[in-house]
């Protein structure tokens, strides 16, 4: 019977012929891999882990939000414009100007000659009515 031998962490380790085959074949499995990502110019992220960090992490968007935030925050924008959908057109003409347009409260109340605090009254009201759309 041949002696056949595989090195597990620098020793020698003596196996059955369809070990040292199977061993081999795996070796080579993962050779075949190797190459081929070299081929095809990939490159893993993992490469560049060291014991401080994740190599992947270096690439890191830091301005985007995990995605159960995204997730959530979706959820949350489409109460909102199922909310904004329900109001009156005026109110959501009001709600338009303030939030998308950036007008203040004290510009429209002067191209519409409303007063400021019959205004203010509405949209602390327009609010309110969103609130109780979206819980």
Known sequence: ??????????????VSEDIYKTYWKGRRK???FTESDIHNHVFYYDALDTEETNGSDIFQDESCLPIEEQAIKNIEINKLHDALKQLPQKDYDLINRLYFYGESLRTISQKEHIALSTLHYKHKRILKKLREFIE
Do not use: S
């Open 30 to 32: 993962e050779r075949y």
């Open 1 to 14: 019977m041949n002696n056949y031998l595989i090195w597990i962490d620098q020793h020698p380790v003596t």
